[in-house]
């Protein structure tokens, strides 16, 4: 192969931490909706152990609420007497008894049958003093509770240490009565429930972690196919090698676009490589040519022996001429090697591009009329290019043309056609009109480079425009047609 394809550059990787190396991408996603889900079961627990505790609490707190201090008293149905009972009855009584006094309470040892009843009671005396029936293992009290104008709960603890919930009721002659009742049973509950919710807290964490982590490996494994094919073709410079990324998610639309750029890249270093090759098919014989002539004349300078002036005047006519057709060539090639992006993008007059290219056609082909019948009309595009390409269809239809003919410009809003009055080109022939450096048969013996209609047809395409060939008027010479875009 005579051309070289371009060589990648080499991808520099950006510097990572020592500690975020070790964590594939997977992996961070996998934490990360660990971490987020541990943080939800977590909140979720701590709200049901709080609501847990609010409930039994408004339980208790109802019971203590509605449960008369003291004994209750239910009718002996065999005797009917009365007799204190530490029975639930099955329904409350109607009118239900008064609860015990202050003075009752505190003087429980002179009325025996009340000593069962009294645990957990507590009276806070006007003048500042407390009592409590005997054996009752009394609440610490606070300031405040000698102060309460209604009844109010609170946790506390006894002198001994437990834990307690506290009834504060305000009595008659301002005596304050204090019920309490144990929270072992509720705090054993809500203990229990503790362990529950942090197992199943630790469980929930481990199955989010694992089915984190085997998801993102299935939602990343194109991700891993791409970067595999990206690195195989940094290593290889192998543009041709496949992608294999399905769905219609970001991670394909990616792998699409990747497939694209490579086979852009492809398409632009395949097109390198035949332009190259072609330009040093073609170059070769100017060269040739000019070295031939060039050693020619050293020759006779070395040799002493002086060509004829005739013969002189010749070699140097045709190296001014070869130099000229060296010079197009290369000034061809230039313009044929820009790209789409290197074109201007400005509303440009497409009468005004025509009024151009027939007055530079005119002077290279004096023996030729240009008839022009031309509207005008915007296209977005670049000037210069667009006038090169009439040009160049100008000339190519003067090219073929015989002498004192007319070429036909005409122009109207999306298109442009040139009529040339030459012999036209065979069918099997307009397929490659516009390739690089074609000619046909019997056109290779005429003066040119055979990147005119190429050029044509890369400015037309870089337009966003179509080209094509057609019999010219009567079945005679040939018809190229240029369909543009009308700028909006």
């Known amino acids: 192969m005579v051309g070289r394809g371009v060589k990648l550059p080499a991808i520099k990787r950006a510097p990572r931490r020592r500690g975020a190396r070790k964590l594939l991408l997977r992996t961070r996603i996998a934490l990360i909706t660990a971490a987020v889900v541990a943080l939800s079961i977590i909140g979720v627990s701590v709200l049901a152990w709080l609501l847990t505790r609010h409930h039994l609490l408004a339980q208790l707190d109802d019971a203590m609420a509605h449960q008369p201090p003291g004994?209750?008293?239910?009718?002996?149905t065999q005797g009917g007497s009365r007799r204190p009972s530490d029975q639930r009855p099955a329904k409350p009584a109607p009118n239900p008894p008064n609860p015990p006094s202050a003075d009752d309470i505190c003087d429980a040892s002179s009325n025996a049958h009340l000593q069962p009843f009294l645990e957990g009671i507590q009276v806070l005396r006007a003048n500042g003093s407390s009592c409590a029936p005997a054996g009752v293992d009394p609440v610490v009290t606070t300031p405040a509770d000698r102060d309460v104008r209604t009844d109010t709960f609170r946790d506390g603890v006894?002198?001994?240490?437990?834990?307690?919930?506290?009834?504060?009721?305000?009595?008659?002659?301002?005596?304050?009565?204090?019920?309490?009742?144990?929270?072992?049973?509720?705090?054993?509950?809500?203990?229990?429930?503790?362990?529950?919710?942090?197992?199943?807290?630790?469980?929930?964490?481990?199955?989010?972690?694992?089915?984190?982590?085997?998801?993102?490996?299935?939602?990343?494994?194109?991700?891993s196919r791409l970067t595999r094919a990206a690195e195989h073709i940094a290593a290889t410079e192998d543009l041709s090698t496949p992608v294999e990324v399905g769905g219609r998610d970001e991670v394909g639309r990616l792998g699409r676009a990747f497939t694209a750029m490579t086979g852009a890249l492809s398409q632009s270093r395949r097109r390198q490589r035949e332009l190259v090759t072609d330009a040093a098919h073609e170059l070769r014989t100017p060269l040739t040519s000019l070295r031939t002539n060039i050693d020619l004349l050293a020759r006779s300078e070395h040799t002493a022996r002086a060509l004829a002036p005739d013969r002189r005047a010749k070699i140097v006519d045709s190296l001014q001429f070869q130099a000229g057709e060296f010079t197009d060539l290369i000034n061809e090639l230039v313009a044929l090697a820009r790209s789409e992006r290197e074109f201007e993008r400005l509303p440009v007059a497409v009468a005004t591009v025509i009024d151009r290219a027939v007055r530079r056609a005119t002077n290279r082909a004096q023996d030729h009329e240009f008839e022009v019948c031309a509207e005008d009309w915007t296209v977005t595009g670049d000037a210069a290019a667009l006038e090169r390409m009439v040009l160049n269809l100008l000339d190519n239809a003067a090219k073929f043309s015989p002498a004192g003919s007319a070429i036909t410009v005409r122009s109207r809003p999306g298109w442009l056609t040139v009529t040339d009055?030459?012999?036209?080109?065979?069918?099997?022939?307009?397929?490659?009109?516009?390739?690089?450096?074609w000619r046909a048969a019997d056109a290779r013996a005429l003066p040119g480079s055979g990147l005119g209609l190429a050029i044509?047809?890369?400015?037309?395409?870089?337009?966003?425009?179509?080209?094509?060939?057609?019999?010219?008027?009567?079945?005679?010479?040939?018809?190229?047609?240029?369909?543009?875009?009308?700028?909006?």
Request: a negative charge.
């Open 71 to 76: 004994p209750r008293v239910v009718v002996d």
């Open 421 to 437: 009055a030459g012999p036209g080109i065979a069918e099997a022939d307009r397929e490659h009109v516009f390739d690089r450096f």
């Open 456 to 488: 044509v047809a890369n400015t037309v395409t870089a337009h966003g425009g179509t080209v094509r060939l057609a019999p010219g008027d009567h079945g005679m010479g040939t018809t190229v047609r240029v369909e543009l875009p009308i700028e909006s």
């Open 158 to 223: 006894t002198t001994s240490g437990d834990s307690v919930r506290v009834l504060i009721r305000p009595m008659a002659g301002g005596d304050v009565l204090l019920t309490s009742r144990s929270m072992d049973p509720i705090d054993n509950t809500l203990s229990a429930l503790g362990k529950e919710l942090l197992v199943v807290s630790v469980l929930g964490v481990g199955v989010a972690a694992a089915a984190g982590l085997l998801l993102t490996r299935s939602a990343l494994a194109p991700m």
